[in-house]
């Protein structure tokens, strides 16, 4: 069953842009990581928030964490053309990550 | 480093052929994963692994087999493969959570298996 789900599930915005994507889960969490995953490639993690933390940065990727709300928003700055790709959350707990559906994100030049 | 490679990267079975796919990591990582990827749905757990010698089942293990006999080695098994076990699979690898919970996963490439 699929604890995370991302919203919305497709994104297309121009170069230079930003992109936000939200992901909601169903039950407690020990924490939350965002993914990527370009066509035809393995996923590649970009960011872990735990449980405990309220907002996390890398680069141009922002990440928020509501654990009242049992939802995360990752924001990426200033988007450009390789960031084109399916983003995935995943909620951990015990030895499990449990997967969303993904948003699809494209860049139009 | 090459990380997680995973062999073969394509294959084609017909309904009730057997296979194994292989799955490698240089990472000296404890816990390793499969997982299938079906078009508009997250990546779905099969069979998991704490460490060299023991498996553990997934949300979705029916019909796959596992063994990890060596640390660096989770290998999946098709006894007899079915036309709904056409997907993408994925091994993933990462170490040992602990009590801070899971730590990020390092992922291969893919086999993308086509059962006819």
Known sequence: ?109 | NAGVTQTPKFRVLKTGQSMTLLCAQDMNHEYMYWYRQDPGMGLRLIHYSVGEGTTAKGEVPDGYNVSRLKKQNFLLGLESAAPSQTSVYFCASSHQGGVRGNQPQHFGDGTRLSIL
């Not at chain 1, 654990?67 to 707990?93: E, M, N, P, Q, V």
């Open chain 1, 1 to 109: 069953s699929q604890q995370g789900e991302e919203d919305p599930q497709a994104l297309s915005i121009q170069e230079g842009e930003n992109a936000t994507m939200n992901c909601s889960y169903k039950t407690s969490i020990n924490n939350l990581q965002w993914y990527r995953q370009n066509s035809g490639r393995g996923l590649v993690h970009l960011i872990l928030i735990r449980s405990n933390e309220r907002e996390k940065h890398s680069g141009r990727l922002r990440v928020t964490l509501d654990t009242s709300k049992k939802s995360s928003s990752l924001l990426i700055t200033a988007s450009r053309a390789a960031d084109t790709a399916s983003y995935f959350c995943a909620t951990g707990s015990n030895y499990q990550l449990i997967w969303g559906a993904g948003t699809k994100l494209i860049i139009k030049p």
